[in-house]
């Protein structure tokens, strides 16, 4: 910039799809300080009468995408099938790990996915919140599952990249239940006033034949077999 008055002034740099790389050290010394925006300003610059001040640089590097997405696993295979939608609501943060600080944070939409745009080179990991009553399909690609939170493993993001961290697949586990009454008049229908049997053995068996879950009826009677993942029991 030529023909300045003397006074402060301070460079304003724009680099579209780019964020910069100063360090504490160049940005002491006027250069463009270190962001992760595609804009960055210099400190104050005092322009004496007649002078001139030189090596007001900028560091700029390409940054990156991070994208995902989650859908709903109906059959429990890990896969993702032509009939299966895809599942808003899940909350996806992005962390840096170095620091293990959360840097970005975004929520599904209709389509399931989610994207970190501006994302500058490092190693990152994606934590993924599912909406409340769903947990992960067995299999997922993650590092960490538990209570419906799950982390990926550290990917490596380079300059210009994008990157495709993680597609899983998540649902809502089952239940069966039922009770065991006395059948007093034997004509077969559980009467408000029928007595539970207590002590009664219940096994649930999965499509193999294989018994999975056992219970004991106590004095109600019921049972009840939670978190079930789809597929056929008898």
């Known amino acids: ?10 460079v304003r740099f724009t680099a579209r799809g780019r964020c910069f790389s100063g360090t504490s050290a160049t940005a002491s010394r006027g250069c463009a300080p ?22 007001i640089d900028a560091g700029v590097v390409q940054t990156a995408t991070v994208s995902g997405r989650i859908f709903e696993d109906s059959d429990g295979d890990g896969a993702m099938g032509a009939s299966e939608r895809m599942l808003p609501g899940v909350t996806a943060e992005l962390i840096f790990v170095d620091s293990n600080r959360v840097l970005q944070q975004t929520v599904t939409a209709s389509d399931g996915a989610f994207v970190f ?3 500058r080179p490092g190693s990152y990991s994606v934590r993924v919140t599912l909406p409340d009553g769903y947990v992960f399909t067995a299999g997922a690609p993650l590092e960490s599952a538990r209570d419906g939170e799950g982390t990926t493993a550290p990917v490596q993001v380079d300059a210009g990249a994008a990157v495709d961290a993680l597609e899983c697949g998540a649902l809502i586990m089952g ?8 059948d007093a008049d034997y004509n077969g229908l559980c009467e408000e006033d ?8 219940i096994e649930l068996l999965n499509a193999d034949g294989n018994v999975v879950q056992t219970q004991t009826t106590l004095r109600t009677g019921a049972f009840a077999f939670e978190q079930l993942m789809p597929g056929s029991y008898s």
Do not use: H, I
């Open 34 to 55: 270190r962001t992760d925006e595609e804009v960055s300003q210099t400190k104050e610059l005092t322009v004496a009468m007649g002078g001139s001040l030189g090596d």
């Open 117 to 119: 745009a501006s994302v």
């Open 1 to 10: 910039f030529e023909g300045l008055a003397p006074g402060a002034y301070s």
């Open 194 to 201: 029928a007595d539970g049997v207590r002590g009664a053995v």
């Open 175 to 182: 239940s069966v239940s039922g009770v065991v009454w006395d």
